[in-house]
Antibody
Framework: QVQLVQSGVEVKKPGSSVKVSCRASGGTFSNHAIIWVRQAPGQGLEWMGGLIPPFGTPFYAQKFQGRVTMSTDESTSIAYMDLSRLRSEDTAVYYC??????????????WGQGTLVAVSS | EIVLTQSPGTLSLSPGERATLSCRASQSVSSSHLAWYQQKPGRAPSLLIYGASSRATGIPDRFSGSGSGTDFTLTISRLEPEDFAVYYCQQYGQTFGQGTKVEIK
């Protein structure tokens, strides 16, 4: 079973950008969509968007359109989520997950360990 | 957009008891495209149930899912100590319920 390994904690200033990575260990992204979900402290799960590697057009939740960019690098089996114009409300743990098929809107069977992004002045 | 409402918000039970968690959708969920996840503190969610009633790989049979249309249920037949956690339902894609916390009574 593939393991998704995410990059480490990020501390950012308001207005800056963050790029979180998600590497597939022991497997690839092939035949599976990759999505991103975030969880603010003490809150529930919020779906951000996803894409189907290697060339699928990303599909973003309306809330994040214009601020988020998702991509994958098939040569290294790494997925990226870039969030710009950060504000304090973006403080959350960000998870990547692999769908059960090549469908962005599906169930998610493998999850990364999460990356804490803290936005503070 | 479909809204998922989970109830109760918190369920206080003892090990060995049966847990029944509800997930109600604001519109019919097509083809039983509903999943359940378990999340323990400080950990990522993990898939329990997909297709409303199919257990994910390695999930013990004390976990079962049922329902269709707008009403879905996750049942834990006999709670083990490791089952105390937060449970989320998800309509395939963008929508998650707000979660039900199963805590030790």
């Amino acid at each position: 079973q593939v393991q998704l390994v995410q990059s480490g904690v990020e501390v950012k200033k308001p207005g800056s950008s963050v790029k979180v990575s998600c590497r597939a260990s022991g497997g690839t992204f092939s035949n599976h969509a990759i999505i991103w979900v975030r969880q603010a402290p003490g809150q529930g799960l919020e779906w951000m968007g996803g894409l189907i590697p290697p060339f699928g057009t990303p599909f973003y939740a309306q809330k994040f359109q214009g601020r988020v960019t998702m991509s994958t690098d098939e040569s290294t089996s790494i997925a990226y989520m870039d969030l710009s114009r950060l504000r304090s409300e973006d403080t959350a743990v960000y998870y990547c997950a692999r769908a059960g098929a090549r469908l962005v809107l599906y169930y998610y069977e493998d999850w990364g360990q999460g990356t804490l992004v803290a936005v503070s002045s | 957009e479909i809204v998922l409402t989970q109830s109760p918000g918190t369920l206080s039970l003892s090990p060995g008891e049966r847990a029944t968690l509800s997930c109600r959708a604001s519109q019919s969920v097509s083809s039983s495209h509903l999943a359940w996840y378990q999340q323990k503190p400080g950990r990522a969610p993990s898939l329990l149930i997909y297709g409303a009633s199919s257990r994910a790989t390695g999930i013990p049979d004390r976990f079962s899912g049922s329902g269709s249309g707008t009403d879905f249920t996750l049942t834990i037949s006999r709670l083990e100590p490791e089952d105390f956690a937060v449970y989320y339902c998800q309509q395939y894609g963008q929508t998650f319920g707000q979660g039900t916390k199963v805590e030790i009574k």
